[in-house]
């Protein structure tokens, strides 16, 4: 939508994107001599209707990627390099969670039934589950998953 593609320079330009990650690959060039690619999602007024009432468009970030090597950042990685960059993660629910034996689809559904973190009155979307170290299956690719909360669902009726 070429609204949105507006909403999301704006942020960028407002929250110095571009001018953070020049500076921060520069000051480590000798780790990521190819520069570095940061994933994240425009939230704000327009944007899937703003269901978290957020007053001006963010960017939040979730995944940082290697250039040099194609390799993803695991999470203190991430934590580390948008702290030296002042620029927001999405929010962590819990960076302790096991997936063990007695976890399933039920407890995870459970765990993602919440508010949201950024609007404690509006139901989150869900949870993302991915390792603190990088995990890659030979078949199944990268490990990552999301649960999505049904009260979100219901609410906007999707």
């Not at 960017?59 to 390799?71: M, Q, Y």
């Not at 034996?101 to 559904?109: A, H, M, S, Y």
């Amino acid at each position: 939508a070429e609204g949105a593609f507006c909403h999301f320079w704006a942020a960028a330009k407002r929250q110095a994107i571009q001018e953070t990650m020049s500076a921060f690959v520069e000051n480590y060039s000798h780790i990521y001599p190819k520069g570095i690619a940061l994933q994240g999602e425009l939230c704000g007024p327009g944007v899937q209707k703003n269901k978290l009432g957020l007053p001006e468009h963010k960017v939040f970030f979730f995944n940082g990627i290697n250039l040099a090597t194609g390799e993803y950042f695991n999470f203190y990685e991430l934590e580390d390099a948008l702290g030296m960059m002042n620029l927001p993660m999405v929010p962590v629910i819990d960076q302790n969670f096991v997936i063990g034996p007695e976890t399933t689809v039920q407890t995870l559904i459970a765990l993602a039934t919440r508010k949201a973190t950024m609007n404690p009155k509006a139901w989150a979307e869900g949870i993302v589950v991915r390792p603190l170290e990088e995990a890659k299956h030979r078949k199944l690719g990268r490990f990552s998953f999301k649960a999505i909360n049904p009260e979100h669902l219901l609410k906007h009726g999707e």
